[in-house]
């Protein structure tokens, strides 16, 4: 451990401590996961390592706005109960100094290898885009998925074929036919957003193979890239930015979403039209993987950038991840169910069925399941979701931040699954075809429902999240 990681260490358990002498915040959420205090991002390094599931998170425990980036860690043998785990990497080594960046996980034999964006700024008088900044690739080793063996540099910019800005980051690796595939994103000399795709048989050396791109440029950056194949089909997730796309799914600052991918990653592959992941306000740089049997997907319940605020900050946090969602093959798109375990968190069932109006109440954290096609409305007293020709609308006229109105093409809803925590609301419509993910910050958790239309709902009561 060299004198910056000791410090490091020392001031987190500092902030940490600080943070939890707080009064308990009635905006924390209790099954999503967030940061102990300070600043949480993008997942990482997610992964099923020797019967636990790891969640690595984009971590600044010392201001609630962010700053340098470590890399934080929840873990989990059923994704009910937790453990908080030391942070895994901090920025401590010079070709990691300004941020231990988004990176995935490797399983293997003798342990966990985590591949990340280890940040570099310069001092001077750079625009860090096309100069002054260091996107290295980096690979630490951990004998047993919490505790860190060694960290390497394995590739800098000076490695990256020609012709790309500084911008070159989040590593995601897999195993494939006894190879390593990697891919990572990156913003060309032209302000064009691509895909870099490597190969390697030793996890360590690096060949540049292939570059996904769209034929016509889809934006400046794509950041955190993931390849994956379910069900027969490929698809490649990015979170581009400066996508030209508008309407609805389009409504953010940042895109987030998918392309199908027709022929093999590694030389002529075509990229589909791209597909929003979220029509929500709050969903960023999702990161899957699989454990043996599903394809799990987490996001980060965010956006960089946004023009709307999170209070909590003045708290001493700020963010959180999405619930851990299965990911399903529909033709060439994608549908995100809530993980089936977390029906172990429900508590009680009340039953309604309506024919014009009814209400009910729940508490601070509740799921709410409704069917039938002709539900108009569903309102939890300053969040409200309206289906009308043919567009669920979610609007937000109280508690929102800035946050008002977001629309997702919904022809007909069958169902509508309504998670709600304490300050973040996720909706997954007709068997998660569709889903919108944001943050809301009502005054009082506890919630009055109103249904409108003509339908049944059940609403449970939710247990939060155990840590051990
Ligand atoms: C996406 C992102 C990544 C980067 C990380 C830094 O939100 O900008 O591209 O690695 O956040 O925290």
């Not at 020609?162 to 994103?185: N, S």
């Not at 390849?227 to 089909?233: K, R, V």
């Not at 993987?289 to 946004?306: K, V």
């Not at 009308?388 to 006229?397: H, K, R, V, Y």
């Amino acid at each position: 451990m060299n004198a910056l990681q000791k410090d490091l260490k020392k001031l987190t358990a500092l902030a940490e401590a600080a943070g939890a002498a707080q009064p308990p915040d009635p905006w924390r959420p209790g099954y999503h996961l967030s940061p102990p205090v300070g600043w949480l991002n993008d997942p990482n390094g997610l992964c099923f390592f020797r019967g636990e599931y790891h969640v690595f998170y984009q971590y600044s425990p010392f201001s609630p706005e962010g700053g340098v980036k470590f890399w934080g860690h929840f873990k989990s043998r059923d994704l009910l109960r937790w453990e908080r785990c030391p942070v895994m990497l901090y920025s401590d080594q010079p070709f990691d100094v300004h941020g231990a960046y988004s990176g995935s996980a490797l399983c293997e034999e003798d342990g966990l290898y985590l591949y990340y964006t280890g940040n570099i700024k310069h001092a001077g008088d750079y625009d860090y885009i096309r100069t002054g900044r260091g996107h290295n690739t980096v690979l630490a080793w951990s004998p047993d998925g919490v505790s860190l063996g060694w960290k390497r540099l394995l590739l800098e910019n000076a490695g990256y074929p020609a012709g790309l800005t500084c911008h070159v980051r989040d590593p995601k690796v897999w195993k494939q036919d006894g190879r390593y595939y990697m891919v990572q994103g990156a913003r060309t000399l032209e302000d064009e957003g691509v895909v870099l795709v490597f190969e390697s048989d030793d996890r360590l050396n690096w060949r540049h193979i292939n570059t996904l791109r769209t034929q016509e440029p889809y934006g400046y950056m794509w950041e955190c890239p993931d390849l994956f194949e379910l069900d027969g089909q490929w698809f490649l997730l990015v979170s581009p930015q400066g996508a030209p796309g508008h309407g609805p799914g389009f409504e953010n600052v940042y895109a987030c979403g998918y392309f199908p991918l027709e022929g093999d990653f590694r030389g002529g592959a075509r990229l589909g039209a791209f597909v929003p992941f979220d029509y929500g306000f709050d969903f960023y740089a999702p990161q899957t993987f699989s454990d043996g049997t599903r394809r799990l997907l987490i996001g980060w319940q965010g956006m960089p950038d946004a023009d709307y605020t999170n209070p909590t900050a003045e708290r001493g946090w700020q963010h959180c991840l999405t619930i851990p969602r299965e990911l399903e093959r529909r033709g060439k798109t994608l549908a995100q169910r809530p993980a089936r375990e977390l029906e172990a968190l429900r508590k009680g069932a009340q039953e309604y069925r309506f024919d014009g109006t009814a209400t009910a109440e729940i508490g601070a954290m509740a799921e709410i399941v409704v069917e039938g096609g002709n539900v108009r409305e569903v309102d939890l007293g300053g969040l409200a979701l309206r289906l009308q020709d043919g567009l669920l609308t979610l609007e937000i006229a109280e508690g929102g931040h800035g946050r008002q109105t977001r629309r997702a093409p919904v022809a007909a809803s069958d169902t509508l699954r309504i998670f709600w925590d304490a300050s973040t609301v996720e909706v997954f419509v007709n068997g998660g075809e569709t889903v919108l993910s944001t943050r809301w910050y009502p005054a009082e958790p506890a919630r009055k429902l109103t249904f409108k239309g003509c339908g049944a709902a059940t609403v449970y009561g939710l247990k939060p999240f155990t840590f051990l």
